[in-house]
Every structure is written in C-alpha cells, then in structure tokens.
C-alpha cells in the first residue's frame, strides 16, 4: 500500500460517514450522542461514526450482502422512515453546534495570529538570500 493509502481511505469513510449520519437512523444516534452526550465536537463524533461504518463495510464484504437501513431495534425500514426518525429524535440542537466549534469567531482568529507572529518572529532566509537572475 502507498502511503496516500491511508489518507483515502480515511477520507473515504469520512464521506460515507458523513452521509450515513444524514441517512441511517443508527448511524444518526451515534453522531447524536457523540455530540450531545459526550461532549465532542463535530470531527470527534465523525471519528465515531467512521469507526462504525468502517465495521458495517467490512462486514457487508464479508457476509456478501447488501447494505440494509434498519431503525434502533434493527427492523428493517425504509429511506422514508429512516429519515423521518432522523429528524424527529437525531437532530443535534444548534446551540450545541456553536459551543462545540473549534474556530470561535474570524476577529478572534486574526488576534490569535498577531499575537504569534508578535511572539514567534519569522526568518525567511531563503528569501533574503540573493537569487539568481534567470534570462
């Protein structure tokens, strides 16, 4: 495996757990409680729900069968009563949202940057060096 291997498939169970959470009724619990519960952010719940559907991949691989939508109590359902339960139960409030952001505001985020840049001086030497005239 290369080394890009990882990184796509991280991204790739990061995109199917992003529309599983949308579309799955267990999947949208996970998140749910991830977020409301126990106190984590949004790519701290995601992390979650990729372990999740990295398991129903593999067993969907090895039991040779195809993905099914199934409520809490594992009846099947479908794409219509799936997200209907999404909605009413699953939907994580947006004030929980807004605390949990990494980035709080862009004013706060520049003052965070000038003051490092006031702490941490930067020496670009490369570019203070002479450079060579190209004709």
Not at 120 to 131: F, K, T
């Amino acid at each position: 495996m290369t080394k890009a291997g990882p990184a796509i498939m991280r991204w790739a169970l990061f995109q199917t757990g992003h529309i599983g959470h949308s579309h799955d009724p267990q999947l949208a619990r996970v998140y749910y409680r991830e977020m409301v519960h126990n106190g984590k952010n949004h790519m701290q719940a995601m992390g979650a729900v990729m372990s999740h559907m990295s398991a129903r991949v593999l067993a969907v691989l090895r039991e040779d069968k195809p993905y099914e939508l199934r409520d809490i109590d594992c009846r099947p359902i479908s794409r219509e009563e799936a997200r209907k339960i999404i909605l009413t139960r699953y939907q994580v409030p947006e004030e929980i949202r807004k605390e949990r952001r990494r980035r709080k505001t862009p004013g706060n985020f520049k003052l965070q940057k000038k003051l490092r840049e006031m702490l941490v001086p930067r020496v670009y030497e490369a570019a203070a060096a002479p450079q060579p005239v190209v004709t």
